[in-house]
């Protein structure tokens, strides 16, 4: 078991996230968050400040946006016609979805206008632009498995427990009704 958190190092953590003094998301010790060290699984700055903590420690840190979900950017909106989303019945503001360009590549958004004729789609994260305060607790440390260092995420998290889970399987995970807001960045990053 190892003693501090460095890179190859499953972490669990207790933490709250704060934007403009208001809790957005938290964790407690019993169901605390998992991450792999050093797979930017979550924001930058919070792995960054993570790094050498031992088991038990807590700390608060607060991130500039370009530690956290990056600047918001006014030029990544897009309008949709309705009639291209014909095949989405029960779209709601602030709803995360998938969307496929030409190429085949796939992005988040969320819906941030519904109008008769057109939809108004945001591909920035919900917390682009924020400063984000997190206040963390680390309650667990192993050394990962040789599969989660490959896969470069930790196993086990309630959308992938299952053991034959891999990169495709994220298509079939249906954010329509499981993605919250403050659940991940476009990139999938928690915290």
């Known amino acids: 078991m190892p003693n501090t958190i460095a890179d190859g190092v499953v972490v669990s953590l207790k933490y709250t996230l704060e934007v ?7 964790t407690d010790a019993e169901e605390p968050m ?11 700055g919070l792995e960054a400040a993570l790094a050498g903590k ?18 918001y950017d006014p030029e990544d909106i897009d309008e949709i ?16 979805i998938e969307v496929e360009d030409e190429e085949g590549d796939v992005y988040v958004a969320f819906v941030r206008e519904i109008g008769d004729e057109t939809i108004i789609l945001d591909f920035n994260p919900p917390l682009a632009g924020k400063t984000l ?11 990962a498995t040789e599969e989660e260092l490959q896969h470069g995420h930790v196993h086990g998290m309630d959308w992938m427990e299952d053991e034959e889970w891999d990169e495709d399987d ?18 999938g990053k928690k915290a």
């Open 54 to 71: 031992k088991l038990g420690d807590k700390m608060s840190v607060t991130l500039a946006p370009d530690q956290a979900y990056g600047d």
């Open 81 to 96: 016609d309705r009639e291209d989303m014909a095949h989405m019945d029960d779209l709601e503001l602030g709803m995360a």
């Open 20 to 26: 403009d003094g208001a809790t957005v998301a938290q």
């Open 133 to 143: 305060t997190y206040h963390v607790e680390v309650v667990g440390l192993r050394d």
């Open 34 to 44: 998992e991450y792999l060290h050093g797979a930017e699984n979550i924001v930058p």
């Open 170 to 187: 994220l298509e079939d995970y249906d954010d329509d009704e499981d993605w919250e807001e403050g659940d991940a960045d476009s990139n």
